[in-house]
């Protein structure tokens, strides 16, 4: 067999991933403001400091959101049926499927979609332990593609698709319309959508959590750099960038920067990019919601809002929808 070619096929796995990165990161520090893809936060040491992030005081939304399932796992179980089949996109360790499978009745099967096979080789183990009737079919992709979505099994079965976790929030109004899109052309009418987003609260509780006093996310917005550093023969000295989180009220959004503390010159890939002191490199952004903005984007989307669950503060809402 031929060896490499244009489209990259043949190479080493990873240098096409390597490759994308590098694209990206030199795009992403080419334009005005600069920005990078907040994807590239998740290797394996960003998801390590993100779980931290996840049990830190300031960070309310993990422990908020377990706190609205605790509560209503026995009601959500019955919204969604008898013999459902639930499909999870970015399913990550699974941790939350988990309780919510063990609650529904006779759920039919269980479709794990994440782009790391170890963690959910391990994930369906555990679950498969716990619950030995279920079919558990891990599917590895990349959930905002089209193509793993044709690698699901078709079912004859209710199909409820389940998004928590505020993911939702990475993406904008725009795109988050287009993954919705995407979810209700998987589905058939009457199916459903399980989605937990994050709600538009005080500046105060917002800022706090996205600036943590243990420094936690400061190191895993700085981890991206080090990741340039050392994948893409970087030179950024990350004691001269600060983290830098904010609420931006009027885009109803979280954003995260990285700011240059000085003047400099930061090399990438033998590429050369000046830094004005106080200039930013733009890292992700956490979209809020209002309870009537999350209903105009699930009715936009061709679902019928149905029910929701939040907690006393309303900080976390889990929004059940039905395909139309
Ligand atoms: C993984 C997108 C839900 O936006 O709250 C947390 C990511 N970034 N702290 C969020 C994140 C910094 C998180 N999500």
Redesign the pocket.
């Known amino acids: 067999m031929a060896i490499g070619n244009a489209n990259g096929a043949g190479l080493p796995p990873g240098e096409n991933l390597r490759r994308q990165f590098e694209r990206d990161v030199l795009a992403g520090l080419s334009t005005p403001q600069k920005a990078l893809p907040c994807k590239y936060?998740y290797d394996e040491t960003g998801s390590k400091l993100?779980e931290a992030?996840c049990d830190l005081d300031d960070?309310y939304?993990t422990r908020t959101e377990a706190a609205i399932f605790n509560r209503a796992l026995n009601e959500m179980a019955s919204v969604l049926g008898r013999q459902a089949v639930l499909i999870e996109p970015g399913a990550g360790n699974c941790e939350k499927a988990e309780p919510l499978l063990a609650a529904m009745k006779n759920p039919r099967a269980y479709y794990p979609l994440d782009i790391s096979p170890e963690i959910l080789l391990e994930a369906q183990q555990r679950i498969q332990q716990r619950l030995p009737q279920l079919e558990i079919a891990p599917i590895f992709g990349d959930f905002t593609g089209d193509e793993v979505w044709g690698r699901l099994p078709p079912s004859a079965a209710r199909q409820v698709i389940f998004f928590p976790?505020?993911?939702i929030?990475?993406f904008s109004h725009e795109q988050a319309r287009e993954l919705l899109i995407r979810f209700a052309g998987q589905l058939n009418p009457g199916d459903g959508l399980l989605l937990g987003a994050?709600l538009v609260k005080d500046s105060v509780v917002l800022e706090r959590?996205?600036h943590d006093s243990n420094h936690v996310?400061e190191a895993?917005n700085k981890n991206l750099l080090s990741r340039i550093n050392s994948e893409l023969n970087g030179d950024f000295n990350t004691e001269a960038f600060a983290h830098r989180a904010f609420y931006h009220s009027f885009r109803q959004r979280?954003e995260?920067h990285l700011v240059s503390l000085v003047e400099q010159q930061v090399s990438v890939a033998g590429r050369q990019f000046q830094f004005a002191e106080g200039e930013t490199i733009h890292t992700?952004n956490?979209h809020k919601y209002t309870l009537p903005g999350l209903q105009e984007l699930l009715r936009e989307t061709g679902f019928s809002p149905e029910k929701y669950w939040t907690d006393n503060n309303q900080h976390y809402a889990i929004y059940f929808a039905q395909i139309r």
């Open positions: 936060l993100f992030i960070y939304l976790g505020s993911t929030g990475n994050d959590a996205y996310t895993f979280v995260m992700e956490s």
